[in-house]
């Protein structure tokens, strides 16, 4: 059964941790870190591998900050 | 071959606007100028050239009508007379400190307030000291005839898109409803988006992959770089000033006395001269064409013939202050002018030549 | 935390699903963080690339949070005194008539200095289009009463909360703008969630697409939040707009090409 697998790259400079994307995203995959981006926001960043390539947390984000990976693959 | 006609005033530079080129025209009612509009709507500008004429719900939206279409690079007017020309004037501030070309019509009524709709000058200092907020300055034009009328309105786009700044013509409620003989130029073609790429790259009309993007704004945060924006301004009124001063000298040569006096003020003092004349007194007349870039020069010279200058404005006394700070104290100068409306005589203009500089 | 290890495999170019449009220029928004401008600015600019209009779009940027739009937004653009945007485009959509032309405004250009400007843009029918951005407060200058504030609503110049009596109800400028025959398309939207943005952009997009048929003004309001100026952080302000905002500005379309 083929399944989507996806991953999420965030650019931590242009985050500011605004934490919008988190309960966007239906598999909690989202959470802040604990280091801070150069205007001393703590960024988003993925937790898990269980991003779907849904792009919810991308089309919600108000700065624009993270681009959406998502690839086939037949387990 | 130029073409002659009887025309008002405000129809004459209606029509020559038209002639000019000009692609948009957005204005408002106000007495004494709204044939200005009515004109143009009669002549269907937009079938004839293409130019677009379109009554907007206020002179504020009308002036912020020309910012945009003056943002695009494109020939664009409007006109109104003194209560709705202060309305403007934030707009035509944001015009200036933008740089863009556009033309501007004051045909000027007696104030302050909704005052009368009579003729008056009373908007000299609004239109030469900057009217809205912020170091700018307008080049002003002052017509004294129906044909000045139409000739500035070529000129006035003329000199808008040379400095890139706003001209404004300041006429007065006399010039604007008076008809007189008129000669007009031939249509000269509008501005086409090839045209307006080549002469004004800084035009919003899309962004095409050969450039960054064109944005128009006033605005700048850093005060470095305002400070600097500001500093170019200023060079390009002190260039305007070196250039475009302009002004007519009548009887001036054997002058012992002078007028000085724009608009309808220097027609009448035309006549207050030969009656002068005709009295022994030897009095001449100069008449500042522009009043932006204000004939201070010319005004200085004068003062080595000439033993004292009467400022005939249909005001309180405005433009004096100017021949004032030209001449340096070095004669007398006086005004003279009724005002509320009124109009002087030639009469009262000798009259007062006789008690207030000879008699003095 | 387990320490996430990225998985090459599917880190590739042409696995890319969503990125950051191209029409949004390099600059670091000024928005605060989590403000809806941010996300309005983003589809705007998404739809723009998507329908292939750069080279055909011109936009009007207001004075209030937005008035820096010119430098985010890769686009012609004019910078509009406060509350004349309406009246810019007027101008620029009836010189260039072939040309997308569109305002973006916050809720205190639009519903109260340029109200009129708005009213007579609609009601004149320009084929344009006017974004306006409503978090019921004046953001830029730290926080002021707008005249889309509720009743009650707390702002630096209603700081006991926005008492109708003495200061009026809150304006519903998009139900007024529907009512002008002028107006073909008028619509409510939201960028708080993933599906309200997904459907803010398909307005948007609809947006622009009607300027072909040249039979009236699309207005797209999108309910925003606004963080610093109702004192909350990015999630409690969208929680507290939808459970406070929403029913005075309910989401959703008012009016769809129906120039009547």
Known sequence: MAKNRGEIVVDTERCKGCEVCIPACPEDVIAMAKQVNRKGYHYAMPTNDLCTGCTNCAVVCPDGAITVYRKKFND | ?????????????????????????????????????????????????????????????????????????????????????????????????????CLLLNVVRGGPGLGTIQPSQSDYFQSTKGGGHGDYRLIVLAPSSVQEMADFAGLGFELAFKY????????????????????????????????????????????????????????????IKMEQHNHKLQEKYRLIEENEVRYEKIACEDAEYAFVAYGTSARICQKAIELARAEGIKVGLMRPITLFPFPKKVVKEMTDRVKGILCVEMSAGQMIEDVQLAVEGRVKVEHFGRYGGIVHSPSEIVEALKKQIIGG | MAEFKTNPEILQPENVVYKRTELLTDKALSYCPGCGHGTA?????????????????????????????????????????????????????????????FTYQGDGDLAA??????????????????????????????????????????SSTSPYGRDVKTMGNPLKMTELVATLPGTLYVTRQAVHTASAVRKAKRAVRKAFENQKLNKGLSFVEIVSNCNSGWKMNPLQSNEWMVENMFPFYPIGDIKVNDDK
């Open chain 3, 41 to 101: 600015h983003r589809i705007i600019m998404e739809v723009i690339e998507e329908m292939g209009i750069q080279a055909e779009t011109i936009g009007v940027a207001p004075v209030g949070c937005s008035v820096l739009a010119y430098e985010f937004m890769d686009i012609d653009i004019q910078q509009a005194a406060h509350g004349r945007a309406p009246a810019v485009a007027t101008a620029i959509k009836r010189l260039f008539p072939d040309k997308f032309v």
């Open chain 2, 164 to 223: 890139r700044n706003p001209v404004l013509v300041l006429s007065d409620g006399a010039i604007g409803q008076m008809m007189e003989k008129v000669e007009l130029d031939i249509q000269k073609p509008r501005f086409t988006d090839e045209d307006i790429r080549k002469n004004t790259p800084w035009a919003t009309i899309g962004k095409t992959p050969d450039r960054d993007h064109n944005v128009i704004t006033s605005l700048d945060l850093e005060s």
């Open chain 3, 113 to 154: 200095i340029g109200t009129a400007e708005t009213i007579h843009a609609c009601n004149r029918g320009e084929n344009m289009t006017i974004f306006f951005i409503n978090n019921g407060i004046y953001g830029m200058t730290g926080g002021q009463m707008a005249p889309t504030t509720l009743p009650g609503m707390k």
């Open chain 2, 1 to 101: 071959m130029k073409e002659l006609r009887l025309m008002k005033g405000n129809e004459a530079f209606a029509e020559a606007c038209i002639r000019a080129g000009a692609d948009g025209y957005f204005g408002y009612p106000i007495t004494p100028q709204s044939e200005v509009m009515e004109y143009l709507m009669a002549q269907k500008t937009q079938e004839r050239t293409g130019m677009v004429t379109l009554q907007a719900e206020s002179e504020i939206a009308a002036i912020n009508m020309v910012y945009g279409g003056a943002g695009c690079g494109k020939r664009v007017l409007t006109s109104s007379s003194s209560p709705g020309m202060s309305l403007k004037q934030e707009g035509i501030s944001y015009i200036a400190g933008s740089e863009l070309p």
